[in-house]
């Protein structure tokens, strides 16, 4: 009962410190999609940011929810459709979104952030503030980054064939990347064949052997049953933090008046932190399931963890010699993460005496 009250009270704050974007009452729809299905991260956020907005604006902003391919079925055509206006809300991966903004990727350069801690402070900082820039910049002013939260976790290296506790392991192994540069630069750099496959394909192609392995999070893992098709190897080396980059039609937003813009970038936020979570609660069933199963995780010591960065360095050069944007983007990312580790060392100074 305690907990109802509570919850009604917050509701009753949001609608009591609101107006409707139209004076005469005029309920503004957002649409916003997904290309997932409803266990996965990007719903339950979803499900969140519509839950706040539609409290918080008093009624006056209604988010319907497309989820799954009914609006867009890629990337690129989604992310036309939020340039365009058809489309109010769309999340992407970074590979999703690279076609189109290529910077993106430098969430995907591998061993930059060492934890969620790490990640999720650097994700709620200036560092999206400078992607938002240039990705107006990039889209004439028609597509707005929101918020960078998260779906499914951490990239793991898992395959079908033996325990990688170094890149030497690596060597041999046929990996599934998407069709993207940047994951194929790094399966190479550590020794191994970038395969790229499409991803309903990949269960089959772990059991025929066209693919040894693949870079994903354990909740992917178990979600697609991969260990039915052999896969039972994984290293948590955590190379890649899995971001989710929320996009919203600029003209949408700004056509709100200033308190139902601040609705939606507080509705991204309760959105960013639902994101935030929901991975790390899912992944402890996950990983039980997985050992469950017969499969085996491995934790690299923090001398095998730094042998995988070193043979990945080149990776971040390669980025900042092929990619547009790549200098601007990854000197902000470098800097984010050294001024977050900075305040963490001195929290841990406060903290731990």
């Known amino acids: 009962m305690m907990k109802y009250l509570a919850t009604a009270g917050m509701i009753a704050a949001y609608t009591m410190t609101s107006t409707p974007v139209f004076a005469d009452g005029h309920v503004m729809t957002l649409r916003a999609t997904a290309n997932s299905n409803e266990n996965d991260e990007d719903y339950d956020g979803l499900v969140v940011f519509k839950n706040y907005v539609e409290a918080a604006s008093n009624g006056a902003i209604e988010v319907e929810l497309f989820i799954g391919t009914q609006l867009c079925s890629t990337g690129a055509e989604c992310l036309e459709g939020v340039s365009e206006g058809s489309i109010d809300i769309y999340i992407s991966t970074s590979g999703g979104a690279?076609?189109?903004?290529?910077?993106?990727?430098?969430?995907?350069?591998?061993?930059?952030?060492?934890?969620?801690?790490?990640?999720?402070?650097?994700?709620?900082?200036?560092?999206?503030r400078t992607m938002r820039d240039m990705a107006l910049e990039t889209s004439d002013d028609t597509i707005r980054l929101m918020t960078i939260g998260n779906t499914g976790g951490w990239r793991n290296f898992a395959n079908t064939q033996?325990?990688?506790?170094?890149?030497?392991?690596?060597?041999?192994?046929?990996?599934?990347?998407?069709?993207?540069?940047?994951?194929?630069?790094?399966?190479?750099?550590?020794?191994?064949?970038?395969?790229?496959?499409?991803?309903?394909?990949?269960?089959t192609s772990f059991q025929t052997g066209v693919v040894d392995g693949s870079k994903n999070g354990i909740t992917d893992i178990m979600g697609m049953k991969f260990p039915d098709a052999g896969?039972?190897?994984?290293t948590l080396d955590g190379h890649a933090?899995?971001?989710?980059?929320?996009?919203?039609?600029?003209?949408?937003?700004?056509?709100?008046?200033?308190?139902?813009?601040?609705?939606?970038?507080?509705?991204?936020?309760?959105?960013?932190?639902?994101?935030?979570?929901?991975?790390?609660?899912?992944?402890?069933?996950?990983?039980?399931d997985f050992v469950a199963g017969g499969g085996e995780l491995y934790v690299p010591t923090p001398e095998e963890k730094a042998m995988f960065a070193e043979a990945a360095a080149p990776v971040q050069d390669w980025f900042r010699?092929?990619?547009?944007?790549?200098?601007?983007?990854?000197?902000?990312?470098?800097?984010?993460?050294?001024?977050?580790?900075?305040?963490?060392?001195?929290?841990?100074?406060?903290?731990?005496?």
Do not use: C, H
């Open 321 to 353: 010699a092929n990619v547009d944007g790549g200098d601007q983007i990854l000197d902000a990312l470098i800097e984010a993460v050294d001024e977050v580790e900075a305040d963490m060392e001195a929290a841990y100074a406060a903290d731990l005496n």
């Open 162 to 203: 033996r325990t990688v506790q170094t890149p030497a392991d690596m060597e041999g192994l046929k990996i599934r990347t998407v069709v993207a540069d940047l994951p194929q630069e790094l399966v190479r750099a550590l020794g191994a064949s970038p395969t790229p496959i499409p991803w309903p394909e990949l269960f």
């Open 241 to 288: 933090y899995m971001g989710a980059l929320w996009w919203m039609n600029n003209e949408t937003f700004l056509g709100m008046d200033e308190a139902n813009r601040r609705v939606i970038v507080d509705g991204f936020y309760a959105l960013q932190q639902a994101t935030f979570a929901s991975p790390k609660r899912k992944s402890i069933q996950a990983y039980e």
């Open 231 to 234: 896969l039972q190897y994984v």
């Open 98 to 128: 690279a076609g189109i903004f290529p910077y993106v990727q430098v969430l995907d350069l591998p061993y930059l952030m060492a934890d969620d801690r790490v990640a999720e402070s650097v994700l709620q900082g200036d560092f999206v």
